[in-house]
């Protein structure tokens, strides 16, 4: 059965739709069969791996409708990667999803039917804390707070975490914070190292070993509807998401890599 991980976080710009897409790229890459949901109307995810939002059957029919999601997963250029397609109409679902009889668990009950034919299913949620994301967060094994490492990099995050705790007590039990994910890291800059040193003393254990740097290529990878290991596989942000999926393929005890073996060496890179 896959495990499903959530990708939140209310603020926006802080790599949701980036880290969706690289780690599901990356975990195919793995020989992972991963399916990425795009639960966020702006349908960046749909478009980043190269579909058309626009002309693509999406996630509003699973939700509003009760279509079946194997009807509408696309497969993408990326090995082992498939996608259920998001559309701008998403804006409307949550309100016409407000007066349905378990309206927080329209998004579990849709997964349930085909998360035995993915290893991972990853969902990219919107930057906000509305019902549609509530459903990703009642879905989900585990979620994944990408942080930005810049000066608000903790504004927010303790409404998120007092989301997640709600919907722990009240809508899924089983829940838990797969890591907080430190992204857009300049080596350059004295207050992106004082962001990390503040967000793992705040967070210790929470926080992944693994951060991801500004890389000019993973702004470059979705304009050509591509995974930044498809596009670039030599790139940093290719090394980083690499070592971010087999940091978690480790923590979920799904793969057998050698400690010292754990991480992708970036020598060349820095």
Excluded at 130 to 139: F, Q, R, S
Excluded at 160 to 179: D, S
Excluded at 195 to 214: A, C, G, P, S, Y
């Amino acid at each position: 059965m896959g495990k499903i991980i959530a990708i939140a976080n209310q603020k926006g710009g802080v790599g949701k739709t980036t880290t969706a897409i690289n780690l599901g790229g990356s975990l195919g890459v793995l020989e992972y069969k991963t399916l990425i949901v795009d639960a966020d109307p702006q349908a960046n995810a749909t478009s980043g791996v190269g579909l058309d939002p626009k002309n693509t059957k999406n996630i509003y029919e699973c939700l509003i409708n009760g279509t079946d999601p194997s009807e509408l997963i696309r497969e993408t250029e990326n090995p082992n990667l498939y996608i259920l397609p998001s559309h701008i109409d998403l804006v409307g679902a949550e309100l016409e999803m407000i007066n349905m009889p378990n309206r927080e668990h329209m998004m579990r009950l849709a997964l349930k039917k085909i998360r035995e034919n993915f290893d991972f299913i990853i969902i990219d949620c919107s930057p906000s804390l509305g019902l549609i994301t509530v459903n990703a967060l009642t879905a989900a094994d585990s979620v994944v707070v990408p942080v930005q490492c810049e000066y608000f990099a903790l504004e927010g995050l303790g409404k998120l975490l007092n989301t997640i705790k709600i919907v722990q007590g009240r809508l899924n039990t089983e829940l838990e914070i797969e890591g907080i994910l430190l992204t857009m890291y300049d080596t350059r800059l004295r207050l992106a190292n004082q962001v990390v040193d503040e967000v793992k003393t705040h967070f210790q254990e929470l926080v992944f070993d693994t951060i991801i740097h500004r890389n000019t290529k993973l702004g470059e990878a979705p304009s050509h509807g591509e995974t930044i290991i498809m596009h670039d596989a030599a790139s940093k942000g290719s090394v980083n998401y690499l070592n971010l999926a087999r940091e978690i393929l480790q923590n979920n005890n799904a793969t057998k890599i050698n400690s010292e073996d754990k991480k992708i060496s970036l020598e060349n890179e820095l």
